[in-house]
């Protein structure tokens, strides 16, 4: 039975720490608490736990704007977070997790705010049958926690940019997201800010839940155990290195000739990869091979492998742009 309830926010937008922190939580949630952590993150795209970020995510396009990929312990399809977004966990025992309580916050603060909501099936929650909030869940070792999103004023374009499907014949193994029409709270609600919302959903959560919240400091987290989730949560193992092997195909036709890769990747590294031309050079296909063969499926270290492979420059310079177009 749930006899306490407590609040953390943070101002932190490293979505790596961001998720490490909300790990440290379930981990800590006390057995008559239950928590709400609301945080955002900066231009990130957040992929489900068994997912495939090349098939969910132009990761070129995210690295060169400065974004962050990051994967989320739960299941479900990938989003896109960046300051005008509001992240939320409920976080509690397995005895009392309660879906429809944890929801009837979110549907709570809407009605505060004059904003008609519903839920839609088990994962979202709409207002006029658009989209606002997606939810996951996550459970280990007798506590769940249960998560989302609450979009206020996210930049749309920047979600199409770097969630749209790549433009080469990328096929992949793994859960792929389900794209729905989405809009904004301030489209409904002008003027609503991220803070203000992140208000009114504290005001709820005691509402609903019939008790005083308690505020929780970072101070007391276990700081050494969400620096080590942090690293793990930004490396190239747990982002990129599941055992999810797919392939990536494009081509194009170039000044010094035709040529289409394919590339056979498992956990994250070129596996093999086979390369066709019709170029005057016939050691070109062997090179490229060679050159792309090993390497991390990320652009800084698919150019690195083209650029040490004594290619004539134009041809290497057309070859980082055609990768760079498909990832």
């Not at 790596?16 to 440290?24: G, M, P, Q, S």
């Not at 459970?139 to 999103?149: L, N």
């Not at 590339?263 to 060679?290: F, I, K, S």
Request: contains cysteine.
């Amino acid at each position: 039975m749930i006899r306490r309830i407590h609040l953390f926010r943070t101002d932190c937008t490293d979505p790596h720490r961001n998720l490490a922190v909300e790990e440290h939580l379930l981990e800590t949630v006390p057995e008559d608490a239950c928590i709400l952590y609301l945080w955002q993150n900066r231009r990130t795209v957040v992929i489900g736990r068994n997912q495939n970020a090349w098939k969910e995510c132009r990761t070129a396009a995210l690295e060169e704007d400065g974004g962050f990929l990051a994967r989320r312990l739960s299941g479900g399809g990938a989003v896109f977070h960046d300051l005008g977004n509001l992240n939320f966990t409920f976080l509690v025992n397995r005895a009392d997790y309660d879906l429809d309580r944890q929801l009837g916050v979110i549907l709570e603060t809407c009605r505060s705010l004059g904003i008609p909501a519903e839920r839609s099936g088990r994962n979202d929650v709409l207002s006029n049958g658009r989209k606002f909030s997606g939810n996951a869940f996550y459970e280990s070792r007798g506590k769940r926690y249960h998560h989302g999103t609450l979009l206020v004023d996210v930049d749309l374009s920047m979600m199409g940019r770097y969630l749209s499907p790549s433009k080469a014949k990328l096929e992949a193994k793994g859960v792929e997201s389900v794209r729905s029409r989405v809009v904004n709270l301030r489209e409904l609600r002008p003027g609503l800010t991220v803070d203000t919302l992140a208000r009114r959903m504290e005001e709820a959560f005691q509402a609903v839940y019939g008790l005083p919240a308690l505020r929780l400091d970072e101070a007391d987290f276990d700081r050494e155990r969400i620096g080590e989730l942090a690293r793990r949560n930004g490396s190239w193992a747990w982002l990129y290195g599941q055992d999810l092997p797919c392939s990536l195909q494009c081509g194009a036709r170039f000044p010094w000739g035709e040529m289409e890769l394919r590339l056979a990747v498992e956990g994250g590294v070129v596996a093999q990869a086979a390369v066709y031309t019709d170029a005057m050079d016939w050691t070109l296909a062997q090179t490229v091979e060679r050159a792309l063969t090993g390497r991390r499926l990320r652009m800084e270290d698919l150019a690195q492998g083209l650029g040490s492979a004594g290619l004539e420059d134009a041809v290497r310079e057309d070859l980082c742009r055609l990768l760079e177009q498909n990832m």
